[in-house]
C-alpha cells in the first residue's frame, strides 16, 4: 500500500508541473525524470510507472496508484484502466 500511495502522490503532485499523465510517460519516452534527482529525496515520493494523474479538464484533482502487479508497466496498465472505468464520473 505504501508504494501505490507514493506513486499516486508522484502522479498528482508531480505529474502536473512536469506535464505527465503518468509516473510512467517520462521513462517510457526515455526522458530523465525528474531532471533534478534531489526530488527522489523528498518524503513519499516515488518516480516508478504505476501513478496516474487523475485531472477534470487539466486541472490536477488527485492520483491513482497501483503496487504488486509484476513490473510497473502492468501497475500503470491497472491505473488506467481504474481510471478510465471512473473518468466520466470526473468530469
Known amino acids: 500500500m505504501t508504494v501505490a500511495f ?3 502522490y508522484t502522479a498528482y ?3 502536473f508541473v ?4 503518468s ?3 517520462p521513462i ?6 525528474p531532471p533534478n534527482g534531489a526530488l527522489n529525496t523528498v518524503p513519499q515520493v516515488l518516480f516508478l510507472p504505476g501513478g496516474v494523474s487523475i485531472r477534470s479538464s487539466k486541472d490536477p484533482l488527485g492520483g491513482i ?4 502487479a509484476p ?7 491497472c491505473a488506467v ?3 478510465t472505468k471512473f473518468k466520466t464520473h470526473i468530469e
Request: hydrophobic letters at 35%; zero cysteines; aromatic letters at 10%.
Open 23 to 25: 509516473t510512467g510517460e
Open 6 to 8: 507514493r506513486k499516486a
Open 65 to 68: 496508484g497501483v503496487s504488486g
Open 71 to 77: 513490473g510497473g508497466d502492468n501497475d500503470e496498465a
Open 28 to 33: 517510457a519516452a526515455n526522458k530523465s525524470w
Open 13 to 15: 503532485a508531480y505529474g
Open 18 to 21: 512536469f506535464g505527465a499523465n
Open 81 to 83: 484502466t481504474a481510471l
